[in-house]
């Protein structure tokens, strides 16, 4: 079982990334997902959520710059960050778990599964 992420990068300020999640030795249909990313000396914050009924959960502070979608029949998690900021500098992990309720999502304890992340560096 294993959840690879990959898509991170070192971009200049007002860019744009999308980042990949790709999920094997499991149907990660029946899971809830959710990226998650740690900047440097932080501790691992919440980003967004995709429910495996296609539902969509942001940050407040995420909302408007980030895009989370999963493509069910490829097994697959994506997140786009569009004018990236300095301040997004960060690993980003995407992971998989059963999150019952919309404010379960920033538990990291409700997820059995994490990639090893992906490393986005903005430049100013």
């Known amino acids: 079982v294993q959840l690879q992420a990959s898509g991170g990068g070192l971009v200049q300020a007002g860019g744009f990334l999308r980042l990949s999640c790709a999920a094997s030795?499991?149907?990660?249909?029946?899971?809830?997902m959710a990226w998650f990313r740690q900047a440097p000396g932080n501790g691992r914050e919440f980003v967004a959520g995709a429910s495996r009924s296609g539902g969509t959960i942001y940050a407040d502070s995420m909302k408007g710059r980030f895009t989370i979608s999963r493509d069910n029949a490829k097994n697959a998690l994506y997140l786009q960050i569009d004018n990236l900021k300095p301040e997004d500098t960060a690993v980003y992990y995407c992971a998989a778990g059963n999150i019952p309720r919309n404010w379960l999502y920033v538990d990291q304890h409700r997820y059995a599964y994490w990639g090893q992340g992906t490393q986005v560096t903005v430049s100013s």
């Open positions: 030795g499991r149907n990660f249909n029946r899971d809830d």
